[in-house]
């Protein structure tokens, strides 16, 4: 069992915590596509970038996946960490650098994270060499700052415009309005990217929104999963 950390904004942070994203789709590494022995064929009469997986070989595109089954995900998301700035010595670039030192454990200090709406403390760092609690961006999330964690339950590897309505629904958190059954996206309690009865074009905004290229079409892991935990890693 692997522990892998993935970043994801706070909408869809949110989304988990209502168990209403029980999916993701991240980029298909380029062992799927490239290579003497390629798990794709292109189709005949179309330039090599168009594509297909043989179906005899879902599988083993599937085992490239950087999750599989029975791995865990924590997730990375925009938090706040109680600690203060250093500077180092850096022998590559022969300056002095600021550095953030965490203190959030010594210091008895939870961790915040700004899809509960948390807005405290610093952001620039100015000098700050006071403790106080500081806004920390998703990549630079440690394991330990981790509340939310997740159980892969199903991984497979598809075009990305094959994504299904079902599967749009449950990759993008989208709610249905009970009065017109359209889908919307919600963020905090405002809805934006108006309503459709389509899922899959709300999809395509959200994927859009992260800088991802619908019209490319690339190759995507899915990645089905369950919530284990909200509060922190799992004892078991």
Known sequence: MKEIGMMFQGPLVRAILELRKQQTRRIAKTEITMGRDSLLAPHRGRKSADVYLLPERAKEAAALS???IGDRIYVRETYWAWGRWETRYSEAKGRDE????????????????????ISQGRVKRNG???PTYWRRPALLMPKVAARIWLEVTGVRVEPLQSISKADA??????????????YVINQGDQYFGGATHDPRELFQEIWESTGGDWAANPWVWVTDFKLLSSTGKPQA
């Open 128 to 130: 700050g060499v006071t």
């Open 98 to 117: 600021w550095h953030f030192l965490d203190m959030s454990a010594e210091c008895s200090q939870p961790y915040l994270y700004a899809a509960d709406g």
């Open 66 to 68: 950087p999750a599989q």
């Open 169 to 182: 629904v449950r990759d993008g958190g989208l709610h249905q309005l009970p009065a017109t059954g359209r």
